[in-house]
C-alpha cells in the first residue's frame, strides 16, 4: 500500500538499550523528517533529509543517529535510550521542502523508556 | 521567546458555534503557515495553509493571515463534534529547511 508507515507502533525499553524505529514511504518523496511529541512541547524536529546521504540535525538532536542510504527509508536510532526519550516519534515526508508544501505523517511510534 | 505560539486551550464550544484559535509568530521573514488538525491518538493532517495576508476560507474553515502583526487564526464555523482535536500550527522559520509547530490548541465542541 502507498504511504508512509512507522514500525514499531509500540515499544518498551531499558534505559542504555540501543532502539531504531523504521520509517518507510513509498512515494519517492525528497524529503523527510522525524519529529517527537511531547505534552506541551509540540512537535519538536529531531532530524530531517533532503534526499539521500543527505542528513542534517533538527531542534533536539543529542542522543539520536539518523541515516537514510535509500529515498524510501529513514530509520531513527536512540544508541543508548534514556527516560527523557520516553516519547511519541512521528515520520514525516514531503515533496518539496516542508516549508512550502505539505508533510505526510506517519502513524507514529510509542516508545516507553523504563 | 518560543518560535511559535499558540493558546494553550482547552477551548470548549457548544456545537454549531464558531471556534477561533489563534497563532503569534516570532520570524518576520516567516512566507508559509499551515494548520494541522490531529485527532486524539492519530498523526497531525494538513487542513489549510495561507501564504498571503488576508483570509482563506475552505468550507467551514477560514485561516486568517497578518504578516505585520505576525499572527495568524483559524476560524472552525458551524463547529460539530467530529471538529474536536488538537490543531497545530506550523510555520516556515526562514533560516531553516523545515516547519516550527507550535504546542497545539485542544478544541472540545459540546453537542
Known amino acids: 500500500d502507498a504511504g508512509i508507515t512507522q514500525s514499531p507502533r509500540y515499544k518498551i525499553t531499558e534505559t542504555g538499550r540501543q532502539v531504531t524505529l523504521m520509517c518507510h514511504q513509498t512515494w519517492s518523496h525528497s524529503y523527510m523528517f522525524w519529529y517527537r511529541q511531547d505534552l506541551g512541547h509540540g512537535l519538536r524536529l529531531i532530524y530531517y533529509?533532503?534526499?539521500?546521504?543527505?542528513?542534517d540535525k533538527g531542534e533536539v538532536p543529542d542522543g539520536y543517529v539518523v541515516s537514510r542510504s535509500k529515498t524510501e527509508n529513514f530509520p531513527l536510532t536512540l544508541e543508548s535510550a534514556t527516560r527523557s526519550q520516553t516519547s511519541v516519534y512521528f515520520c514525516?515526508?514531503?515533496?518539496?521542502?516542508?516549508?512550502?508544501?505539505?508533510?505526510?505523517f506517519g502513524e507514529g511510534s510509542r516508545l516507553t523508556v523504563l | 521567546q518560543k518560535e511559535v505560539e499558540q493558546n494553550s486551550g482547552p477551548l470548549s464550544v457548544p456545537e454549531g458555534a464558531i471556534a477561533s484559535l489563534n497563532c503569534t509568530y516570532s520570524?518576520?521573514?516567516?512566507?508559509?503557515f499551515f494548520w494541522y488538525r490531529q485527532y486524539s491518538g492519530k498523526s497531525p493532517e494538513l487542513i489549510m495553509f495561507?501564504?498571503?495576508?488576508g483570509d482563506k476560507e475552505d468550507g467551514r474553515f477560514t485561516a486568517q493571515l497578518n504578516k505585520a502583526s505576525q499572527y495568524v487564526s483559524l476560524l472552525i464555523r458551524d463547529s460539530q463534534p467530529s471538529d474536536s482535536a488538537t490543531y497545530l500550527c506550523a510555520v516556515n522559520i526562514d533560516y531553516k529547511l523545515s516547519l516550527s509547530f507550535g504546542a497545539g490548541t485542544t478544541v472540545t465542541v459540546r453537542a
Open positions: 495561507i501564504y498571503s495576508n
Open positions: 520570524d518576520q521573514g516567516s512566507q508559509s
Open positions: 514525516a515526508s514531503a515533496r518539496d521542502g516542508s516549508n512550502t508544501g505539505e508533510l505526510f
Open positions: 533529509s533532503a534526499a539521500a546521504d543527505i542528513t
